[in-house]
């Protein structure tokens, strides 16, 4: 049973790792990007009141973020450990997450840093734009989204590393050399892959 977050700027890998590290680990990925995203392709009222500050590269409002996570984390898959990818975002919403869970009498095992160069992650985030053209991939909207990152995601990194959960992890490499660097890390602190390849098989 493991409870994990991973968190990093814009660009740092977290969705593509999360993927990996779900399925090495048995447990479901839980993006909260990728639920709005949907949200938004398929014209929910969430969808609509979520688009125009993905495009502008803000966070959505915690108001929204909160709810649906609490709705996601109550589900039967959830209930044996997740992986949440972009969620906490906010020292709100580490609030939000932190009363969530110890009404379970639970709380996050480890915390992921996912550690990337803002150049490296501009770059990356400039190929993914000519791939899949997203809204918010364009050079001036992902700048805007390291600076949302800075101001109000990056105080959550010294709220784990006191809490004693926070594993640093370089995510400049190959991908299959980030998911190994993560593997190790949770394997020093007992969380193990359920096979040894898994992740990078
Ligand atoms: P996210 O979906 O979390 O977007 P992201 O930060 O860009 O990460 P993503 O997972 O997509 O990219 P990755 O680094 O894996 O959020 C999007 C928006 O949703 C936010 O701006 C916000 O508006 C909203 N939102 C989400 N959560 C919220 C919350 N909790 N509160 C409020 N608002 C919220 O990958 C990037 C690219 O790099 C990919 O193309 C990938 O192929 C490539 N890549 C990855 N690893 C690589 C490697 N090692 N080498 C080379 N390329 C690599």
């Known amino acids: ?18 993927v990996r590290l779900a399925e090495a680990y048995g447990i479901p990925a839980i993006s909260t990007g990728d639920i709005f995203r949907s949200n938004v392709k398929n ?28 709705h996601r984390l109550a589900e039967p898959d959830a209930q044996d450990g997740f992986l949440l990818d972009g969620y906490p975002r906010t020292v709100d919403q580490v609030r939000e997450l932190d009363e969530f869970l110890s009404g379970q009498g ?38 805007h989204r390291l600076e949302v990152y800075r101001e109000q995601t990056e105080p959550l990194i010294d709220i784990y590393s006191d809490r004693g959960v926070l594993a640093k992890v370089d995510a400049i490499g190959a991908i299959d050399e980030v998911t190994v660097r993560i593997e190790a890390a949770l394997a020093e602190r007992g969380i193990a892959a359920r096979s040894q390849d898994a992740a990078t098989s």
């Open 1 to 18: 049973m493991s409870r994990l977050l991973l968190i990093g700027p814009p660009g740092a890998g977290k969705g593509t790792q999360a």
């Open 43 to 70: 014209e929910t009222e969430l969808g609509k009141q979520a688009k125009a500050f993905m495009d502008a590269g803000d966070n959505v409002p915690d108001s929204l973020t909160n709810e649906l996570i609490r």
């Open 106 to 143: 639970t709380a996050l095992d480890v915390v992921i840093e996912l550690v990337a160069d803002p150049d490296v992650v501009v770059a990356r985030l400039a190929k993914r734009a000519t791939e899949q053209g997203r809204a918010d991939d364009t050079e001036g909207v992902v700048r």
